[in-house]
């Protein structure tokens, strides 16, 4: 079975500056995908950003991009130029792409506030 | 329209009560899914709906009550709650549940559940 790890259970950052929120995870596939969901405070999930095993380019959505290390099962999110707006909790994501459908493995969450 | 609607935002129900949440979508979807999320923990995926047709039951008790009248509405009936069952109740949906490709799922806003 899949586990997804971010062991930064808080993290802050000051409007305006960069953070990274950290995701491991741990998986025998080769094949999958794997993505930053994002829950403010009205408590609507929303997709950030997301990242196909198979391709080495780095994911990146405007403010938002990773850092996919495959070897490593490291997929860390970088947000830049923090806005006020970003302070939610992130939950990195696991999908296989084999047989077990469109299931999510959530890591446990990472809640960020943004500083004015 | 990319939007997953749910109510009630809020339902408060005694452990002998029956209540209805009710889920939809109008984006052509072919995947709904029932979550149930605690407060500060990822969404736990209860039913997962295919084609109509119930895919996946996460082995949840039987006083949960999926039902999905046709492609655009999900039911989740609840009868004999225990307390700890109050949790914030996600809907999502996505274009396909079995597909190789990464649909991304879209989530409602949620019923906050509370049982007395």
């Known amino acids: 079975a899949q586990t997804v790890t971010q062991s930064q259970p808080e993290m802050s950052v000051q409007e305006a500056e960069t953070v990274t929120l950290s995701c491991t995870y741990d998986?025998?596939?080769?094949?999958?995908?794997l993505f930053w969901y994002k829950q403010p405070p009205s408590r609507q999930m929303i997709l950030v950003i997301r990242?196909?095993?198979?391709?080495?380019q780095n994911a990146t959505e405007n403010r938002f991009s990773v850092n996919f290390q495959k070897a490593a099962k490291s997929f860390s999110l970088k947000i830049s130029d923090s806005q006020l707006g970003d302070a939610a909790m992130y939950f990195c994501?696991?999908?296989?792409?084999?047989?077990?459908?469109?299931?999510?493995?959530f890591g446990e969450g990472t809640q960020l506030t943004v500083n004015p | 329209d990319t939007e997953v609607t749910q109510t009630p935002k809020h339902l408060v129900m005694g452990m002998t009560n029956k209540k209805s949440l009710k889920c939809e979508q109008h984006?052509?979807?072919?995947?709904m899914y029932w979550y149930k999320q605690k407060a500060k923990k990822p969404p736990e995926l209860m039913f997962v709906y295919s084609y109509e047709k119930l895919s996946i039951n996460e082995s949840v008790p039987s006083r949960f009550s999926p039902e999905c009248p046709n492609s655009s509405l999900l039911n989740l009936h609840l009868h004999a709650l225990q307390p700890e069952d109050s949790a914030l109740y996600l809907c999502a949906s996505s274009q396909a549940w079995w597909d190789r490709v990464p649909y991304e799922q879209y989530f409602g806003p949620g019923t906050r559940l509370t049982v007395t």
């Open positions: 998986t025998s596939e080769s094949d999958y995908y």
């Open positions: 984006m052509g979807h072919r995947a």
């Open positions: 994501a696991y999908r296989s792409a084999g047989t077990s459908g469109s299931r999510l493995t």
């Open positions: 990242q196909e095993a198979y391709k080495q």
